[in-house]
């Protein structure tokens, strides 16, 4: 007798083949699998882009390793939410940028893929199965938000832990043990410490535990049963609301300076509610809802009545939370994305019950398809689509068909599509409808995932090219002493916090009159003296040219990036000449001005101001030079010609001059086709005859 017979009829391999069938194998299979696409993906993202979150989450968890408290920029952050940035400090004890930003990429892929475990946990716990379970387990590590795990963002570590509070609240809500009720503070305390807008998920344990208390006609009883969990859940929601309301929880400030306009927050509401229903798959959402609605109405546990309250109200009060804080107006699905798998657990208890109330199902299914046709998302995505997996996807495939508006209408229609074909199945086969229901949410899932992730893809490398040479951490190789950025007016945030996330060197960050902040921390506002000197720490000075030419005074040129250059002063940094308007590669602003320092306070300056203009188009370009004294030169400029202009300075102490270039209605900052070289000063007495 052969190998492969004996092997077939021992009674071994039965065993093994049902052992690795079970839900631990399975489960174990799911997380594996699942961290290594999410690495696989996250390493092919060439740089940070979600700013400022990603700087602050770096800088915090490098001042967490090396000082043991959390800064940026060499200033206490007040940021409450530290785990997230506590765990991932050990990165940083790689002295090369990018092995510390893989290594946190990892950390994060890892992370996110134990939403499987709790996902699983809490779907066993209200008895749907175990194959339902692990379907639930798998489609908690595939929904497009695992994208997040290529970003050094809190999200990796607050998705799993918001999946384990709402697991151990179910399992507190059937049986409230002290030790189940301790589950429940641990998770949510830790997820609060990850991420604030997590501070609902108590309140939702809370009105849960009420709503048990009121249908089993025992409330007193039910508060008493879960008195740990509600006095600690009391004693924390007054502290909270006093550190709120004295406006002491660190970047988020006052909440009583919050002012909200309700027409705002309604369509906030219902656009993030849309974008919540694309990205959990579309088809799932109709049988979720009816799912929630039974386990509120005709639970058959219980836990499935705990589960139905709590999960409508950590829906409800995230979509609350992303309407009014924040971005207003806009898409922020990444703020509401914890509310995502427990709609995949809800679509679960529905399947369960053997897909009941078909019609109101297909009303459902009508309702969201005239919303979806009713507000295309194309207005939202074009409004920035940086808090938003599903609206990243929409712009992916805008480039694809190149149309807009038929982006919109294709996700809309699709949708629509895949509804009526799932519903056609569940009329005629209805034993079939959860198995297609769920392989259709697979592939909706994987497409959203893959659209958006090439978005992203192209947007950062488009970011990294642009802004950064080939060596991000560029300033970090000439030397570790501590650099100053030096900030003129248009400035990008995205080429800023991006050169501080790649050099660690670059600790201080000063802006001139008319720059913008990047962000809410530490900045230094240097006093500029009538010679041009700048009150700054000693070092040298990084100077940003991405809007502004910034030229200095008895100063090396030690290096140069696309967007930056490195000098060393001789002495205090010395202001020589500023060119507001004139952009890293050379395009001038439709207006934008001039401004020069002499070497010594009140002294004269006599030269000239010399630029080579040329026009990019094929036309020529008129440019307006309004001199000190009501004086003005005017020119033509001709296409692709370079010409040399020569603009007379002269006066005693501080000389400035505006510009305008193109022609009349052009909007402030636009770039209109003139190129420019850098600036330079001539000294010649002659300029002020």
């Not at 940035?85 to 790689?94: V, Y």
Request: aromatic share 8%.
């Amino acid at each position: 007798m052969d190998v492969g017979a004996q092997l077939t009829r021992s009674s071994a391999l039965p065993r093994v083949t049902a052992r690795l069938a079970t839900p631990p194998f399975a489960l174990a299979a799911i997380v594996a699998l699942s961290s290594l696409l999410q690495t696989a993906l996250a390493w092919r993202r060439p740089t940070p882009g979600y700013f400022p979150d990603e700087y602050m989450y770096a800088e915090l968890g490098r001042s967490l390793l090396e000082n043991g408290t959390p800064l940026v920029r060499g200033e206490s952050a007040h940021f409450l939410p530290l785990l997230y940035p506590l765990l991932t400090a050990p990165a940083w004890l790689w002295d090369d940028v990018e092995h510390a930003y893989r290594t946190i990429q990892v950390f994060n892929a890892v992370t996110m893929s134990l939403a499987a475990i709790p996902a699983f946990l809490l779907a066993r716990r209200l008895r749907v199965g175990d194959r339902l379970a692990v379907a639930v387990a798998a489609l908690a590590v595939l929904l497009p938000e695992l994208l997040y795990s290529s970003a050094a963002l809190a999200e990796t570590l607050a998705y799993p832990l918001a999946l384990a509070t709402a697991a151990a609240a179910v399992a507190a809500l059937e049986r409230p043990t002290l030790r189940l009720q301790f589950a429940v503070l641990a998770f949510s305390g830790l997820a609060t410490l990850t991420r604030l807008q997590l501070a609902v998920l108590p309140l939702c344990y809370l009105g849960a535990v009420v709503a048990v208390g009121v249908r089993d006609e025992r409330l007193r009883a039910t508060l008493r049963g879960h008195g740990l969990a509600v006095g600690a859940i009391g004693v924390a929601l007054v502290l909270g609301l006093a550190a709120a309301l004295a406006g002491t929880v660190g970047i988020y400030g006052d909440i009583t300076a919050y002012s909200v306009e309700p027409l705002v927050a309604v369509k906030g509401f219902g656009a993030n509610a849309l974008v919540l229903a694309y990205a959990v798959g579309w088809v799932l959402v109709p049988g979720a809802l009816i799912g929630l609605a039974l386990g509120v109405v005709r639970p058959r546990s219980r836990a499935e009545l705990g589960f139905a309250v709590f999960a409508v109200a950590e829906l409800l009060l995230l979509l609350i939370e992303a309407s009014v804080v924040g971005d207003a107006g806009r898409v922020q699905e990444r703020y509401a994305m914890y509310a995502l798998p427990l709609l995949v657990v809800a679509f679960a208890l529905y399947a369960s019950r053997g897909w009941p109330h078909l019609r109101a199902n297909v009303l459902l299914a009508a309702v969201a398809a005239t919303a979806a046709a009713a507000v295309p998302l194309a207005g939202y995505a074009a409004g920035g689509s940086g808090q938003s997996v599903v609206l990243a996807a929409l712009r992916g495939l805008e480039g694809r068909l190149d149309d807009v508006g038929l982006a919109s209408l294709a996700v809309a229609a699709g949708s629509a599509a895949l509804s009526a074909v799932v519903l056609l199945v569940a009329f005629s086969q209805r034993r079939l409808a959860t198995p297609v229901a769920l392989a259709l949410t697979v592939v909706v899932a994987l497409a959203t995932t893959g659209a958006a992730f090439a978005y992203q893809h192209d947007a950062r490398t488009l970011l990294r090219t642009t802004f950064l040479p080939a060596d991000p951490s560029w300033i970090d190789a000439r030397g570790a002493e501590p650099v100053t950025l030096l900030v003129g007016p248009r400035s990008t945030r995205a080429d800023l916090l991006s050169t501080l996330f790649w050099n660690r060197s670059v600790q201080n960050l000063a802006l001139l009159d008319g720059a913008d902040r990047p962000d809410a921390f530490a900045v230094l506002e240097p006093a500029v003296d009538g010679a041009g000197r700048l009150d700054l720490p000693a070092g040298p000075v990084l100077t940003d040219m991405h809007g502004t030419t910034i030229l200095l005074r008895d100063a090396e040129r030690i290096a140069s990036g696309p967007t930056k250059t490195l000098w060393r002063p001789a002495g205090k940094p010395q202001l020589q000449l500023l060119a507001a308007g004139r952009y890293f590669s050379g395009l001038m602003a439709s207006d934008g001005g001039f401004r020069i320092w002499p070497s010594e306070q009140g002294s004269k300056l006599a030269g000239w101001l010399e630029l080579e203009l040329a026009g990019a188009g094929t036309t020529p370009v008129p440019f307006r030079v309004e001199l000190p004294g009501g004086r003005s030169l005017e020119l033509t400029i001709p296409p692709r010609t370079p010409k040399l202009v020569r603009i007379p300075v002269c006066g005693r102490g501080v000389w400035s001059a505006g510009y305008t270039s193109g022609s009349v209605g052009f909007v402030h900052g636009t770039r209109v086709g003139l190129r420019s070289s850098e600036p330079r000063l001539v000294a010649d007495a002659s300029a002020c005859g």
